[in-house]
């Protein structure tokens, strides 16, 4: 079948389905959005190809769309592509940002679909381990609330231990009832085993020691597996025709095989801005050099487990150990001499005291050090690999001792992975520019932490590429044949060339961009003010200060939903601290309860007629839907610029203006562009929503750059408003 009759029947399966979608509108956006679907998604080679015998080179289709609000982006994807994928009997695999985006698609969207498409598919989400129990874990902490094991079997990191020592009897009596009553609902059918579907989500530190782990898992030779909640869901993705995962899944499962593979599946990325973040997150690595006593027991039981089934490769475990734990003293030793007086000197009030090595150099005295390291932890990995390798062997022969093979696994697995970070880290730190190298060379980022927890002085080693392009490039985009990008909010100052670099995309044929508007009347729907102060923004105390006084006095005459939005937590603090005790009570704070039972109870003010001002950061900047009365107003506090210390960012910065070119102008305010779009995107949800939205920040209608924040706005009434 040809390319343009994929296309077509793509096309016109989308046509039916909005025909006959009860009471659904024409959107001549969102049928220019399903056209450039079908016509990426029908053009991709799929497959594998054959180039040496003769085969023309894969055409690879990549379409970046920037869809505004109330396009209906996600019918607009998700018809075509999977008309398509059924015609040409692959798969969809849709990458989203957050869980919320996940649950929508999964539990209305596509059954929605599902129910008016002429051919049935099945759909199916996909999430990490980590969000599933592992019922061979839950099944030995269930009698308890900890591990019943010997000594030497402690599957716990000693810092997880110690809090263990100090923890009330009443706390630990409470996880011994929770563990139970979890292994019973399990047991009874009457749960899944999926964390995000209990009806209180547990908190990490609860979740943690029965969290399903590839490290400790042994797959089909666990005794466990005929009831594994994990693998019965992976079962599920086999059948699958439609996945829905998101970008931190699938970056961590490039080339295991957990996903479809990308260049024979049709990709769709949603809230595809997130995904430059996610990448830097997903490659930046980490080493702690203070706690160290787990080299020794993941040593010990390497030396007893190798020893059993007779592996060769452990004779230097013992000397890798050895090297590793000294290695790893002398370098926190070295830090501290190096930057100590930087580290000691910083507030604690924030987080861990951090200083960053400029231009990725790291001072000689590491080098060294960092090499034998990264030897030692490689020589280590080796041996623990010839024992696993000799483990899944015994499995496979042994059947009846998979239970004790088993745990055996797990306790090599349970500590494994750090050791991969340590290796990974020393690499990464080590990175250096060759001889010769010219200005295109990108240092990484390096930088040192230091925190107080309790008696201990915690000093830890962190290295991050600084250019989420390249590792996606690198990573990504060189598996992908065909693959949609899209997002309310993909041009900055109203062009793509930010995100396309960011994204890996900028430079690359294969990659086309659109711009579907907004059905929405933003001149009429809606009115942006901005509301000056006297005192300038970079004047953090006195800019607050009078900000605030502006905001109670806006918002005092609210009076259904709000939203305010605030850039750091002091900044929300003082506000709060301002609050008069008649306006106490109209405001929910963020993280004063959890984020689900805040929103409950802002929904059921408004519909009660009553005002309910909702004060929050970052978080609650976008992925929020308050249609209507919901959000009648939202108060921008100050510019959302990004964290000034934030070393990826500096190190970025560093090197930008190494090489002649401007960072504020090159990443700052386009990265400030996005996300103050996401966070004005609150405002208008429906063709029906009239809004304000305030912004307290005079750098936006005073400066050059703000011109360019305004133009990647919606076209709002302006109005203007002096100091009061």
Known sequence: MSQQVWAAQALESFDAVVQATEGFRSRAGQRLMAEQVARTFSSATLGKV????????????????????????????????????????????????TVALQEQLVNKDLPALAALMPQPFKFALAKGRGRYVCKLKLDRLAGTGEAEEEADDDLFAEEEAAARAKRPRHETEARMLFYSTMAQTLSKGAWDGDRDSLDTPPEPEVWSPVAAEGASCTGKHCPAFSQCTYYDKRKELVGAQVIVANHDLLLSSLGARVLPELDNCLLVLDEAHHLPSTALDQFACSMDLSRITWIERLASRGLRIGALLEVEEIADIPKHSAQLRQTLQDLARIVMDVYGAQLKSQPSAWGPARVRVPRGELPEQLIAPLGLLAASAEGFLDALRAISKALRAEM?????????????????????????????????????????????????????????????????????????????????????????????????????????????????????????????????????????????????????????????????????????????????????????????????????????????????????????????????????????????????????????????????????????????????????????????????????????????????????????????????????????
């Open 50 to 97: 054959d180039e040496e015998s003769g085969e023309a080179a894969p055409t690879r289709s990549i379409a970046v769309i920037q869809a505004g609000t109330g396009v209906g982006k996600s019918l607009a994807y998700c018809a075509p592509a999977i008309a398509l994928a059924l015609s040409r009997g692959t798969r969809v695999l849709i990458s989203t940002a």
């Open 396 to 724: 496979r022969d042994k059947p009846d001792e998979a239970k004790r093979l088993s745990t055996l696994y797990a306790q090599i697995g349970m500590l494994a992975p750090r050791l991969e970070e340590l290796h990974a880290t020393a690499q990464l730190l080590l990175q250096d520019a060759p001889e010769g190298a010219d200005h295109t060379f990108v240092p990484a980022a390096k930088w040192f932490t230091l925190e107080v927890d309790g008696d201990f002085i915690v000093v830890k080693a962190h290295a991050s590429p600084i250019l989420p392009g390249t590792t996606l490039r690198n990573h990504l985009w060189s598996a992908v044949r065909g693959a949609v990008l899209t997002s309310a909010t993909l041009t900055s100052c109203g062009h793509f060339d930010f995100f396309l670099r960011e994204a890996g995309l900028h430079g690359d044929e294969a990659a086309t961009t659109l711009e579907v508007p907004s059905p929405f009347n933003y001149a009429a729907q809606g009115t942006l003010i901005a509301a000056e102060t006297r005192a300038d923004p970079k004047n953090a105390a006195q800019f607050t200060t009078e900000m605030v006084d502006a905001l109670l006095h806006d918002i005092a005459r609210v009076e259904y939903g709000a939203l305010v939005l605030f850039t750091s937590r002091e900044q929300m603090r003082q506000a709060v601290d301002a609050l008069p005790t008649a306006m106490r009570s109209v405001v929910l704070v963020q993280n004063a309860l959890p984020r689900t039972q805040l929103l409950k109870r802002h929904r059921e003010r408004v519909e009660n007629g009553e005002p309910s001002v909702i004060f929050g950061m970052q978080s609650f900047g976008e992925g929020l839907d308050l249609p209507g009365r919901l959000c009648e107003s939202v108060f921008i506090t100050k510019l959302p610029f990004a964290p000034p210390d934030d070393p990826v960012g500096e190190a970025r910065a560093e090197w930008l203006r190494a090489v002649g070119r401007d960072p504020f102008s090159e990443l700052v305010v386009p990265a400030t562009a996005i996300r103050l779009a996401q966070w004005v995107g609150r405002a208008i949800r429906t063709e029906e929503d009239m809004a304000h939205v305030y912004c307290y920040d005079k750098r936006l209608t005073r400066t050059s750059y703000g011109q360019r924040l305004l133009k990647g706005l919606p076209p709002f009434a302006l109005e203007q408003r002096a100091p009061l």
